[in-house]
């Protein structure tokens, strides 16, 4: 509930005094910092655990959904952690080249303990060594995006869409405390999402940190290639763009 009012307390008024407008250096949103807080003491307790308090919940948010006015595919499986369709399907090509998303493989993460192990089958004999997990900033970012993309923002889908701030990394976390352009155009569309939403805690922030960031991107990286094309999406839906 703290996190829900923060979110929901915005002094803005116009795109221009939102983030990541209203400061010309880096940083991340206010809220965000208390988020990254909350993660903390998340990855501390792990209430997903297979004894966890929240165990059965996760299993609930996964299979959530049943295909009537939730969007095209929310009765599908929700799978942060690992790559639908062997590949990011919902997200634009020319934001995955940006991005270096164009060529993936299905993967699951494992923490670094599981990537040196090594376990045997039955049969005694050694089997591989789980894969790496994918180096690139975006990658879990962009995973998440894309099984959203297809979703409409409603009570059905609020743990999901929660997902992307809760479950992307560190290292893009940081991405977004420094105004990246590649991490922008992923939050930038997330919002977007966010903004037909008629809930009180998150429509005022998605709109007009949606906008400022479209205004950002267009004056401080207009060289980035179709960008126009990439901005379309979230400009139309907060209302810059008409078209």
Same mark, same amino acid.
């Given at each position: 509930?703290l996190?829900?009012?923060?979110?929901?307390?915005?002094?803005?008024?116009t795109?221009?005094?939102?983030?990541?407008?209203?400061?010309?250096?880096?940083?991340?949103?206010?809220?965000?910092?208390?988020?990254?807080?909350? /993660? @903390?003491?998340w990855?501390?307790? @792990?209430?997903?655990?297979?004894?966890?308090?929240?165990?059965?919940?996760?299993?609930?948010?996964?299979?959530?959904?049943?295909?009537?006015?939730?969007?095209?595919?929310?009765?599908?499986?929700?799978?942060?952690?690992?790559?639908?369709?062997?590949?990011?399907?919902?997200?634009?090509?020319?934001?995955?080249?940006?991005?270096?998303?164009?060529?993936?493989?299905?993967?699951?993460?494992?923490?670094?303990?599981?990537?040196e192990?090594? /376990?045997?089958?039955?049969?005694?004999?050694?089997?591989?060594?789980?894969?790496?997990?994918?180096?690139?900033?975006?990658?879990?970012?962009?995973n998440?995006?894309?099984?959203?993309?297809?979703?409409?923002?409603?009570?059905?889908?609020?743990?999901?869409?929660a997902?992307?701030?809760?479950?992307?990394?560190?290292?893009?976390?940081?991405?977004?405390?420094?105004?990246?352009?590649?991490?922008?155009?992923?939050?930038?569309?997330?919002?977007?999402?966010?903004?037909?939403?008629?809930?009180?805690?998150?429509?005022?922030?998605?709109?007009?940190?949606?906008?400022?960031?479209?205004?950002?991107?267009?004056?401080? /990286?207009?060289?980035?290639? /179709?960008?126009?094309?990439?901005?379309?999406?979230?400009?139309?839906?907060?209302?810059?763009?008409?078209?």
């Amino acid at each position: 509930m703290l996190g829900l009012i923060y979110i929901a307390h915005l002094d803005a008024t116009t795109p221009e005094q939102a983030w990541p407008l209203q400061s010309p250096g880096p940083g991340e949103p206010d809220w965000l910092a208390l988020n990254l807080g909350k /993660h @903390d003491m998340w990855e501390f307790c @792990d209430p997903l655990r297979e004894d966890g308090c929240f165990r059965e919940m996760l299993v609930q948010m996964a299979s959530w959904g049943d295909g009537s006015g939730d969007g095209a595919d929310s009765g599908a499986m929700f799978t942060p952690d690992e790559l639908k369709d062997g590949g990011f399907p919902n997200i634009r090509s020319d934001i995955l080249a940006m991005l270096g998303l164009q060529r993936s493989t299905t993967r699951i993460w494992q923490n670094e303990q599981d990537q040196e192990e090594q /376990h045997e089958d039955g049969d005694g004999a050694e089997q591989e060594t789980p894969s790496p997990s994918p180096s690139n900033p975006y990658y879990r970012a962009a995973n998440i995006l894309s099984q959203l993309m297809p979703l409409e923002y409603s009570p059905r889908n609020l743990l999901k869409f929660a997902a992307f701030t809760h479950y992307t990394t560190s290292a893009f976390r940081a991405l977004w405390g420094r105004k990246d352009p590649g991490a922008l155009i992923l939050i930038v569309y997330w919002y977007a999402k966010a903004v037909p939403s008629p809930y009180w805690w998150i429509r005022k922030r998605a709109l007009l940190e949606c906008q400022a960031i479209c205004i950002y991107m267009e004056r401080h /990286h207009s060289d980035i290639p /179709h960008l126009d094309d990439i901005l379309q999406f979230p400009k139309t839906t907060c209302g810059l763009s008409t078209i």
